[in-house]
């Protein structure tokens, strides 16, 4: 069984400041990891993800994400947030199967809300 | 370069009413899903396959059918429309790299 957890349901910053959203998973084999962000209205737009290369992993709009086995987490961060990035973020896990071959189910986190002030 | 279509994006129906949202991917994916997403609560799985011809029961499934007879589409029915199913759709289609959502369905169960 696969579940995640994102620790914060909201976050706020200020425009500038640095932004970290914190996700932990729990997965029976080697996960796939991913990030979605989803703005007022809109559909689910992929930032990111992990699929067992390197583990500091790069998205779009400036934001990464580390990878840590040990510590089960995935935590989204951006260097400086910009007001274009107030939305909703997923963290998203599926497990990759035990042959490490098929690509399992989503599960998606609960989604934390980034406000971002001026 | 389509992605994921859904249609209906929006549709009123009253209690007891059935209705079919259809979902059309053209990237030749296996996997396709239906979630719902609800405030608070993320997007939950309603049902999923995992190729033509197979379906499989996510963690809400209960008030919705699904059926994959075409490997491009994935239909999700409401046989009989409950206010409890008012709520946000979306559909997906996966393979390693990620997964694509089309861009929901506003359903109101009134």
């Known amino acids: 069984a696969q579940s995640v957890t994102q620790l914060d349901s909201h976050v706020s910053v200020s425009e500038g400041t640095p932004v970290l959203l914190r996700c932990n998973y729990s997965?029976?084999?080697?996960?796939?990891l991913f990030w979605y962000v989803q703005h007022p209205n809109k559909g689910l737009q992929l930032l990111l993800k992990y699929t067992s290369a390197a583990t500091l992993v790069k998205g779009i709009n400036g934001f990464e994400a580390e990878f840590k086995k040990s510590e089960t987490s995935f935590h989204l961060t951006k260097p400086s947030a910009h007001m274009s990035d107030a939305a909703e973020y997923f963290c998203v896990v599926s497990d990759r199967g035990a042959g490490g071959t098929s690509y399992g189910k989503l599960t998606f986190g609960q989604g934390t809300i980034l406000t971002v002030h001026p | 370069n389509a992605g994921v279509t859904q249609t209906p994006k929006f549709r009123v129906l009253k209690t007891g009413q059935s209705m079919t949202l259809l979902c059309a991917q053209d990237m030749n994916h296996e996997y396709m899903y239906w979630y719902r997403q609800d405030p608070g609560m993320g997007l939950r799985l309603i049902h999923y396959s995992v190729g033509e011809g197979t379906t499989a029961k996510g963690e809400v499934p209960d008030g919705y059918n699904v059926s994959r007879l075409k490997k491009q589409n994935f239909l999700l029915g409401l046989e009989s429309a409950a206010p409890s199913q008012t709520s946000v759709y979306f559909c997906?289609?996966?393979?390693?790299?990620?997964?694509?959502f089309g861009q929901g369905t506003r359903l109101t169960v009134v």
């Open positions: 997906a289609s996966s393979h390693i790299g990620g997964a694509f």
């Open positions: 997965s029976s084999y080697s996960p796939s």
